[in-house]
């Protein structure tokens, strides 16, 4: 059951950029840590960023291209995607959780709620 609702996907062309954000569905979730995973057709969801502890995480595949923040009046955070390649494209899913220890924060299944996910599409 999705806990959390993203918003801000679509098609854009190479070199593009695109928003992306997250916020709770329901009620207000208890959570130490916030993520975005994507996954593309026939490959495993992987990690593209977190938030945890005052510290944010990137993979290298978007290092220096997206920046991750918060909006803690509105429970929210979002993905800010530029320069964006077609090898980008995946649907993107935010994820938080409770109890996510430091090793774990690339890890899917660290995290209790998720999403129901975002398209992104990135053509040349």
Known sequence: QEQLAESGGGLVQA????RLSCAPSGRTL????????RQA????REFVSA????HTYYADSVKGRFTMSRDNAKNT???QMNDLKTEDTAVYYCAAGPGVILSRIRTPDAYAYWGQGTQVTVSS
């Open 51 to 54: 938030f945890r502890m005052g």
């Open 30 to 37: 208890s959570r130490n840590a916030m993520g975005w995973f």
């Open 77 to 79: 955070f979002s993905l």
């Open 15 to 18: 070199g593009g950029a695109l």
């Open 41 to 44: 057709p026939g490959q495993e």
